[in-house]
């Protein structure tokens, strides 16, 4: 086989893989959607239905009915916005240059994965500044949502006796923007991180570890974003504990 023939193959591949990450994107906000309802749900039908109830039985009184409105309204208006939050990243597919706040990205991002780090009792430390970048927005949500559901999974998936946490910073140096995400335990271990740098792993590899969304990640911030992941592990102090965790840098042209 010819190595133009090669680079076609792995070409194709390569847009297959990137149609099966957002396929699984959407499948998890979808998840996480469902998740987010079922309490305003609930507190739309326990209200509804004792309003109702104690009509029937005449013990309704008008000082308890514009309480149990504002209960309902502020329920639906709830489901409203995680409805707005998907259609926001499902219609974000915009591909072209554009101007966007890195700290109002991260917004949204955090309604949206808000449910995970709750539910799965991860705590998100932020340190993030409001920086304008000219970049392509989707392409970067598409990283940074990976990254971080990526970690969600990986400290759920280990026996760990410290707090679980998410470290996230953003800053400017120099004429760049750097994005700082690092947990509180170590989810790749160094050979897995010099594999997903080299490419050197199989696809059937990186399916198998769960790692295709990091390396379709790398792809994305070199190919589209022409900026630089390093990704390493180190040790740290975090409230007089010992930490070893995995850390993203990522660096982008201001």
Same mark, same amino acid.
Not at 41 to 68: M, Q, V, Y
């Given at each position: 086989m010819k190595n133009?023939?090669?680079? &076609?193959?792995?070409?194709?591949?390569?847009?297959?893989?990137?149609? &099966?990450?957002?396929?699984?994107?959407?499948?998890?906000?979808?998840?996480?959607?469902?998740?987010?309802?079922?309490?305003?749900?609930?507190?739309?039908?326990?209200?509804?239905?004792?309003?109702?109830?104690?009509?029937? /039985?005449?013990?309704?009184?008008? &000082?308890?009915?514009?309480?149990?409105?504002?209960?309902?309204?502020?329920?639906?208006?709830? /489901?409203?916005?995680?409805?707005d939050e998907f259609k926001y990243f499902i219609n974000n597919t915009n591909n072209t240059m554009q101007t966007f706040s890195i700290s109002e990205l991260f917004e949204h991002i955090f309604k949206l994965l808000n449910i995970e780090f709750f539910s799965k009792n991860i705590e998100i430390r932020k340190n993030i500044q409001n920086i304008e970048i000219y970049s392509l927005k989707s392409k970067l949500s598409l990283v940074l949502i990976n990254i971080l559901n990526n970690s969600i999974d990986s400290i759920l998936n280990q026996n760990i006796s410290n707090k679980k946490i998410i470290f996230l910073k953003t800053y400017k140096k120099d004429n760049f923007l750097i994005i700082e995400i690092k947990n509180s335990i170590k989810i790749l271990d160094n050979e897995s991180i010099v594999a997903l740098y080299n490419f050197n792993m199989t696809y059937e590899k990186l399916f198998r570890e769960s790692k295709i969304d990091l390396y379709l990640s790398i792809k994305i911030i070199k190919k589209f974003l022409n900026g630089t992941i390093l990704i390493s592990n180190e040790k740290f102090i975090y409230k007089n504990k010992n930490y070893e965790g995995t850390n993203f840098l990522i660096k982008l042209k201001l």
């Open positions: 133009s023939d090669i680079d &076609k193959f792995t070409e194709d591949i390569e847009i297959i893989l990137f149609q &099966k990450n957002k396929i699984d994107f959407i499948n998890r906000i979808i998840n996480d959607i469902v998740y987010q309802w079922k309490l305003p749900l609930s507190i739309i039908s326990t209200a509804s239905t004792g309003i109702k109830l104690k009509k029937e /039985l005449n013990l309704l009184e008008d &000082k308890e009915i514009i309480p149990s409105m504002e209960l309902i309204n502020n329920s639906v208006q709830e /489901l409203s916005n995680s409805i």
